[in-house]
């Protein structure tokens, strides 16, 4: 199976670097360094023609940014079959504007990926047209899984998982800000405390990954009564934190509906 790329930026780097069979792989880029950046890098056959790789492919990653999308279907959709699998990545293009854009005889895959992709711990959901076959998804499943963690839900969740896994890598990096910013005020150095607080953030994730615990025996096994924790929780376990947190989501969630 040959696996192609239609643009080949960060994010298509990212999946890319999971595929085991490198050799397998066509990507179509506009920019020439970063075709010899990559060819250099992985060993890619890399074209400047996206009609190519369209030509060339059986699953096609779409990855080039949303105003791009339309100069990419005028070119690609004449040559597409029934036989072929588009995997849309691109923020906000719902499965019924893909099949406008590429046509009715394509199979059709929409990604919501989230740019730890580019760091091996992606958080790709999933959804693919009525008519995509089973075999289809799986295969797609398979190849972003090697890039993190993989789910497969219906496009009517697709604006909630925009919110939290698309945008939430934001949010958890501001919150980060905010450790080091307390960590700084205590007296530490920036570099020091953003150490401190990064490898906690990836440390607590990785234990509840690992563990399965629920998070609220988890919280209250940390806080120990009288200790150091439930002083601090005292502090922010007030119904605001949750109330913004509840609110950042819904206004992402509601501009996700809005660009759609
Ligand atoms: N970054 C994220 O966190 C994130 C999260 C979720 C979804 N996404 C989606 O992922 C997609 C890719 O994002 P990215 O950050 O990887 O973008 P990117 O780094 O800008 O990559 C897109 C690449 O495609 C190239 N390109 C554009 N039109 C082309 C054409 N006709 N033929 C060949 N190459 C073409 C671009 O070249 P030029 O620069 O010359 O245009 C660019 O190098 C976007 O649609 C975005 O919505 C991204």
């Known amino acids: 199976m040959t696996i192609g790329f239609l ?3 960060k994010m298509a780097e990212g ?3 999971a595929i085991d069979d490198k050799g397998a792989v066509v990507m179509a880029e506009k920019v020439a360094e970063r075709r010899a950046e990559l060819a250099r890098a992985y060993g890619v056959d890399m074209t400047d023609d996206v009609a190519a790789v369209a030509r060339r492919a059986s699953l096609i990653f779409l990855a080039v940014r949303p105003q791009d999308v339309d100069a990419v279907a005028a070119a690609v ?17 719902t499965l019924a504007k893909l099949k406008a854009a590429f046509g009715a005889k394509v199979n059709l895959i929409r990604v919501m990926p989230n740019l730890a992709l580019r760091a091996n711990a992606g958080m790709c959901a999933i959804t693919a047209s009525a008519k995509t076959p089973a075999a289809k998804i799986k295969a797609v499943e398979k190849i972003l899984g090697g890039a993190g963690a993989t789910v497969v839900l219906k496009e009517k ?14 949010y958890f990096a501001y919150m980060e800000e905010a450790m080091v910013e307390g960590g700084v005020r205590l007296g530490l150095k920036p570099d020091v405390a953003r150490l401190l607080a990064e490898q906690t953030m990836f440390g607590t994730a990785k234990f509840l990954r690992e563990s399965g615990m629920a998070l609220r025996p988890f919280i209250e096994g940390v806080c120990t009564k009288g200790g150091t924790t439930a002083a601090g929780m005292a502090e922010l376990d007030v119904p605001a934190f949750k109330q913004i947190v509840a609110a950042t989501l819904a206004a992402a969630a509601r501009r996700s509906r809005e660009l759609a």
């Open 7 to 9: 643009g080949a930026g």
């Open 15 to 17: 999946i890319l670097a």
């Open 77 to 93: 959709k004449p040559l597409l079959t029934a036989r072929q699998t588009l995997v849309s990545i691109v923020a906000g293009k």
């Open 157 to 170: 969740d697709f604006d909630a998982v925009t919110a939290l896994s698309g945008s939430g890598p934001a």
